[in-house]
């Protein structure tokens, strides 16, 4: 993976996250708040000072976030960031909605409606219900199709 493929924010520890950017420039676990690299370099250049105040408040937040991951802490709040931030990229669809989140033994099962087709009236989309497994610590382990259906057919799902 390039550099310019590469998540701009910094772990914990300082170093570079190795996890794959979004179009932003940020992996779906961290975001413009967050350190990056541009940071480092600025405190570098300060020799500390109010660069490194700013970014101990983010590594803070970051040390909490990844300590629950860790801890198996991560709840359904998260999972939903995570989803949310993730789908359609994933899958390659709009997300319509998430339809239901279960925690199973060795993480979380997650339960999405995806647009596979727009049309007018919206009651004819074609929508797609998708299955995605996140780990306890929230890193996608997969998806699968579960079926398709008219988003106006009521019948039972």
Known sequence: MSEADQCRALTESGER???????DGFCYQHDPDDATIDDADEIAADGGGEAENESSESDEEEDENVD????????????????????????????????????????????????????????????????????????????????RYRRGDEQER
């Not at 996250?17 to 179009?23: I, K, N």
């Not at 998430?98 to 004819?124: F, H």
């Open 17 to 23: 996250c190795s996890r794959p950017a979004q179009d």
């Open 68 to 147: 629950e991951a860790q801890n198996g802490d991560f709840d359904v709040m998260d999972v939903r960031e995570t989803i949310e931030s993730v789908a359609s990229d994933l899958v390659g669809r709009p997300l319509d909605g998430i339809i239901e989140i279960t925690e199973e033994d060795d993480g979380w099962e997650v339960g999405v409606e995806m647009v596979e087709r727009s049309a007018i009236p919206d009651t004819q989309d074609i929508l797609g219900q998708y299955e995605v497994s996140l780990s306890e610590s929230g890193d996608v382990t997969g998806y699968r199709l579960k079926e």
